[in-house]
């Protein structure tokens, strides 16, 4: 199975990858973690791309489709793959079409503005996994530690208020004509078009995953 996640900063992308990733059996490719990774690295990667993460702006395209059309071709992503992140602007989405990487089902997780703000200004992360905690919402069993390893969780710097709207904003320009473009693609009668279904991601964790089972069945 292949799945796209489309969704602004804060709707859950990472949150609900991780279940889906888990009962598919396919790995989460989250270009956001990739990036990360490579920014603490130090790597070239991590150099070119650093500042332009701080700031909240999207990394160049070509950047990204080589480094997702890479990735996928790694034998863990045989049987599938979830794309968390990635698309985030048309051509890249156009890159993928062009590559002839069809895609079974694109979800769109919509929430309002102000849900993000609450949100992302309480996320706290586990560096290592990206597996993504809330204060309030979806405390760790330990505070400030990973349920899993135990390990330290952090707040990622782009997670401050005003980093946050100015992403929100990129995303209305950059992202959201996105969603044409792929309810486009799920009514064309394109051989292998993709399922493409918008979910109410306001709701809480356990019942925005309810609505992705049943649509990934
Ligand atoms: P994204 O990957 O889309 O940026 P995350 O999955 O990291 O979003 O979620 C952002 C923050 O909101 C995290 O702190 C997470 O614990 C919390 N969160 C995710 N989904 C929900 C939800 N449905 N209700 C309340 N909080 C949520
Ligand atoms: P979010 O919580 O906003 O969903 P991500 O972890 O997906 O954040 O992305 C963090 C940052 O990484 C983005 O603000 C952007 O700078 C960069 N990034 C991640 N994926 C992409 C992409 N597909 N295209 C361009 N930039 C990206």
């Keep these: 199975m292949r799945v796209i996640l489309l969704g602004c900063p804060g709707a859950g992308k990472g949150t609900q990858a991780k279940v889906i990733c888990e009962r598919y059996h396919i790995p989460q490719i989250s270009t956001g973690d990739m990036l990360r990774a490579a920014v603490n690295e130090g790597s070239d990667l991590g150099k070119q791309v650093a500042s332009i993460m701080s700031s909240g702006a999207l990394v160049p395209d070509d950047i990204m489709i080589q480094l997702v059309q890479k990735r996928i071709t790694d034998p863990d992503c045989a049987n599938g793959f979830l794309l968390d992140g990635f698309p985030r602007t048309v051509p890249q989405a156009i890159a993928l079409h062009d590559a002839k990487i069809s895609i079974d089902h694109i979800i769109e997780i919509y929430v309002d503005d102000e849900t993000v703000i609450r949100r992302l200004s309480g996320r706290w992360v586990h560096p290592g996994s990206g597996r993504a905690y809330h204060i309030d919402f979806n405390p760790p069993l330990v505070p400030g530690k990973d349920d899993i390893t135990g390990d330290?969780?952090?707040?990622?710097?782009?997670?401050?208020?005003?980093?946050?709207?100015?992403?929100?904003?990129?995303?209305y320009d950059q992202t959201i004509p996105l969603l044409d473009y792929y309810t486009h693609l799920a009514n064309s009668s394109e051989e292998h078009a993709p399922m493409f279904s918008q979910i109410n991601g306001n709701l809480p964790v356990a019942q925005v995953t309810k609505e992705i089972f049943s649509i990934l069945g």
């Excluded at 997670?159 to 100015?166: G, P, W």
């Design 152 to 171: 330290s969780l952090i707040q990622r710097d782009d997670d401050k208020e005003s980093t946050v709207r100015h992403r929100l904003k990129v995303y």
